[in-house]
């Protein structure tokens, strides 16, 4: 059997909300969450990319604190949470393999931010971090992107104007520099589109002319799966509110894993 534990994966991608919440119970929450995620998080890196669950001054320090071990190549490089000035790990990104990825605190939309860090601060970061990726495209030719809240999702309210407001600023970006798939959680259910850029699609996986967009949110917590009450959209490939969570399968991968 593949043990996802100890060989196998390259690494685990959490796309924010921890523990719900770090700073609960005066910071025992997040001491579990981090006992909890001990036995995997010991094996393989362990990233993450902040969530709304972690918006309130307490629960943003906690996250910033546990949470200093991401790459550090953001500007501005240092981020003042409740807590005081520390690595700015509110965006960074770092190559693995074939692929480069980028992680972004869609928060920062939201509020969240200090003097010096902002969506306009991340986006000047963000264009030269993918002009630089796009240089060594024949050395590292996959671009993923991940985040909290969705550029495209079709389950409910958040998929309106919270989407919207995310998107506005990024899906050009995505789109102009080639990124592959954009991932992200927040929504509890899982979907994938086709690629889309502009609320369009061929929808057609061969040669994509546009980013797929994947929510993984189906881990769930205590407030269960989010239906889907909206129907589905032409760009949207499938979609399931049932309990899962994403692997990503190189070839090789693939042929360990069904063997």
Known sequence: MFNFITNGLDFRLHLGDFGYNLEDDNGK????FMRNIQQLAAHVPYMVNHGNHEDSAGSLAHYIERFRSQPSNAVPAYFASANGATTNSLYFSWDEG?????????ELW?????NNTSVKSFL???VKDLEAANEKREEVPWIILQGHRSVYCSCDGDCGGDAALVRKDLEPLLFKYGVDFFINGHEHNYERSYPLYKGRSD???IDPKATIYIVSGAAGNTEMHEPFTRPQPSWSAFRSNTFGVV???SLIQFIKFYH
């Open 203 to 205: 929808r057609s996986n």
């Open 110 to 114: 939201f509020g969240v931010g200090d």
């Open 124 to 126: 000047a970061w963000l």
């Open 98 to 106: 074939l692929v480069h990825y980028v992680s972004l605190s869609t």
């Open 29 to 32: 929450v997040g001491d579990q």
């Open 247 to 249: 692997i990503f399968l």
